[in-house]
RNA sequence: UGAGUAACACAGACAGCCGCGCCUGUAUUUCAGGUACAGGUGAGGAAAGUCCGGGCUCCACAGGGCAGGAUGCCGGAUAACGUCCGGUGGAGGUGACUCCCAGGAUAGUGCAACAGAAAAUAACCGCCCGCCAAUGGCAGGUAAGGGUGAAAAGGCAAGGUAAGAGCUUACCGCUUCCCUGGUAACAGGAAAGGCUGUGUAAACCCCAUCCGGAGCAAGGCCAGACAGGAACAAUACAGUUGCCCGCUGUGUUCCGGGUAGGCUGCUUGAACCUGCUGGUGACAGCAGGGCCAGAUAGAUGGCUGUCUGAUACAGAACCCGGCUUACAGUGUUGCUCAUUAU
RNA sequence: CGGCGUGUGGCUCAGUUUGGCAGAGCGCUGCGUUCGGGACGCAGAAGCCGCAGGUUCAAAUCCUGUCACGCCGA
């Protein structure tokens, strides 16, 4: 499993520092961190839903990373963050969206 | 067959591949741990809302009084409850059945808008009688009638009367007492009384019963970091809630600085399943069986195929008993009513 | 986990304590005024008081449940 981002001051580093792009599902920020690693942080606000759409929102993220993490370029902390068009949506629709970004960050190695 | 009513049950399943948390075992290693492999296990009927009750932990092993809060027909169940069961009374339905915060208004206080004479110690119109200056006025009697209102001073009939009136009587209602049945609420019956009083207690209140406070971020252990200064105070301050008493402890407040960790509590329980017994029932007892989530930014997911079609509400966070609310589609059983056939 | 508050015309708020008529300002419509507009004056419309049930003769107000939003503490 890829390493993650759990405190809240590394969430507020990437935020203020790191850069952004946005499509229609999702919002991926993304920073340098000067390590061997990626490291990764999965945001659903609670304007997305109840508690069953955000975890459902959450899993289907992290599938998306798991399958596709040897495509990313090593060293950034990246923060997705979901947006409420992510509710309800299928795994291809979300998967496409995580690798459009990271097209437009030009982390993808592929 | 149709309509209805009540009680339950399910909440997608199976197979393959790729992944996640926990436990156990084996191997390895830098050995309070990490990694790899194998096996086992892994969200709900409401996990939800947080509306009640309890366990557990800490605070004087938990005290007294006032205040405050909750409950409210009777009996029972339960660890406890505002929950449940069985009755009583009332309401709805042809019925099965369902619903009801259902104590007290002669303990006291308050309120009853508008209309109306009057909203609670009744005389506006009307009716009757008397007097006078007589198509009118004054004094008195009268609650049968009128109109107002949500509600009008027991209802209705007969007697009675100047006109009337529980003034008297029959029936009904109410109150008191007695008898019978029932643990009781209450029901049935008999007698007496006088209708001296309406409604509201989900108005204040009274009565009875119950309630100490805080909450797993409780509480305990380990590791680590930092820097102290000022003010106040033993008639003070804190520990526990609003207040007082009692008890215990010695600090409290402000400024500045530091603090991003780990372990435990953490799941064997007033539990669950099956059967028997007792009870109308809630429930209780006995026997047997197995262990059935324990995450810590938070574990159940993705893809493919088959099953007519795969879809509702919704995610444990210390645990348990209830209540309330949301919910696609199904299934089972009992009972009631209507129609038809035999 | 614990506590508090707010839902009323299109918008911002009173009224709830002590039950009986739903109000104010801005905005909107019409008329007047002006050469015309603004300002001003006059008149008017617009609300099942978040939802459901109950108590009461009567509920925005009292009681119960529920929904949405906001805030605070650990």
Do not use: C, W
Request: net charge positive.
């Amino acid at each position: 499993m890829f390493i993650s981002i759990r405190k809240n001051y590394e969430f507020l580093n990437v935020y203020h520092h790191g850069k952004s792009y946005a499509n229609k599902y999702l919002v991926m920020y993304i920073l340098e961190n000067q390590k061997p690693v990626n490291r990764f942080g999965i945001t659903v606000s609670k304007k997305v839903g109840n508690s069953v759409i955000r975890h459902r929102v959450t899993r289907l993220i992290r599938e998306s990373i798991r399958l596709n993490e040897e495509q990313f370029a090593i060293g950034y902390d990246i923060v997705i963050v979901a947006r409420n068009t992510a509710r309800g949506k299928k795994y291809k629709d979300i998967e496409s969206a995580v690798l459009h970004l990271g097209r437009l960050h030009k982390v993808l190695e592929k």
